[in-house]
């Protein structure tokens, strides 16, 4: 079935640094790719998108370039500050389908 | 602007007990939906409903209910609540499925003793 793996935390990073958060993806058809954001005891919300291959979706400082040739959809920003700190949601919707998340990885950004 | 409105936004229950989570939505949004999260388990669809009057089972359905009687309203019933059922419980909503943003509610935390 479709799911998506990304990388374990949490991630510990210095304020300034660079950040890449993977994920990979299996989907029997074309998905669209998403990242979602959770800061302490609030919900999700929605960071950026990408609806097709190639395509590049972008919020905030944070990038991610869907590769269907690897099947990845990896999340950088080239700067992080402290108040980047939260759990980051990589997720997938084939056809307009029910959405489906990936276990979520924890951002720490040392000052 | 109030968006999706969960309450409460905590609770303890005794074992057995039921409750009803509420969910309220102010966007007209046609589709809304329940997780629950835990810890490295990420968030798990509960229930689901595409409009008024249509609701539909995700992966982890056991132990709740759902009704859909108005597009604002989408409460989920806790029948009889089991320690396994201790989470944090989140209500999404969306003008579509899932290729829309989901909005998500704050959560409601619930443990089980």
């Known amino acids: 079935g479709d799911s998506v793996t990304q990388m374990e935390g949490p991630v510990t990073l210095s304020e300034e640094a660079f950040l890449t958060i993977n994920c990979t993806y299996t989907a029997t058809g074309y998905p669209s790719l998403f990242w979602y954001v959770q800061y302490p005891g609030e919900g999700l919300q929605l960071l950026l998108k990408?609806?097709?291959?190639?395509d590049k979706g972008s919020n905030k400082g944070f990038e991610a370039t869907y590769r269907k040739e690897t099947t990845s959809f990896h999340l950088e920003k080239g700067s992080v500050q402290v108040s980047d700190s939260a759990v980051y949601f990589c997720a997938l919707s084939v056809w307009d389908d029910k959405i489906i998340f990936g276990k979520g990885t924890r951002l720490h950004i040392l000052p | 602007n109030a968006g999706v409105t969960q309450t409460p936004k905590f609770q303890v229950l005794k074992t057995g007990q039921s409750m009803t989570l509420q969910c309220a939505q102010d966007?007209?949004?046609?589709?809304m939906s329940w997780y629950r999260q835990d810890p490295g388990m990420g968030l798990r669809l509960i229930h689901y409903s595409v409009g008024a009057g249509i609701t539909d089972q995700g992966e982890v359905p056991n132990g709740y209910n759902v009704s859909r009687s108005t597009t604002e309203d989408f409460p989920l019933r806790l029948l009889s609540a089991a320690p396994s059922q201790t989470s944090v419980y989140f209500c999404?909503?969306?003008?579509?499925?899932?290729?829309?943003?989901?909005?998500f509610g704050d959560g409601t935390r619930l443990s089980i003793l």
């Open positions: 966007m007209n949004h046609e589709y």
């Open positions: 999404a909503s969306s003008q579509g499925q899932g290729n829309q943003p989901q909005h």
């Open positions: 990408a609806t097709k291959a190639d």
